[in-house]
């Protein structure tokens, strides 16, 4: 007995293996950053401490004619 796979489930089943990927690497990504913050705060820890910060200043500058 030979088994008949439609094109069209394979196509929606690979979809959706690659849907729980990719939520999965999502889901794992967004732990690890929560769980190094809290790492972070328990040791005193600034990730920002050498950051420079750079302002929103604005500047337009106009031609006369």
Same mark, same amino acid.
Do not use: C, F, H, W
């Given at each position: 007995? %030979? %088994? /008949? ?6 196509? /929606? $089943?690979?979809?959706?293996? $690659?849907?729980? $990927?990719?939520? %999965? ?6 732990? #690890?950053?929560?769980? @190094? @913050? @809290?790492?972070?705060?328990? %040791?005193?820890? =600034? *990730?920002?401490?050498?950051? *420079?910060? *750079? !302002? =929103? =200043?604005?500047? #337009? @500058?106009? !031609?006369?004619?």
């Amino acid at each position: 007995m %030979l %088994l /008949y796979i439609d094109p069209s489930v394979m196509t /929606y $089943a690979i979809q959706a293996i $690659a849907g729980i $990927a990719i939520a %999965l690497g999502a889901t794992i990504g967004i732990v #690890v950053r929560k769980a @190094k @913050k @809290k790492v972070n705060d328990k %040791l005193g820890i =600034d *990730e920002n401490k050498n950051k *420079e910060i *750079e !302002s =929103d =200043d604005i500047v #337009v @500058k106009t !031609s006369k004619k």
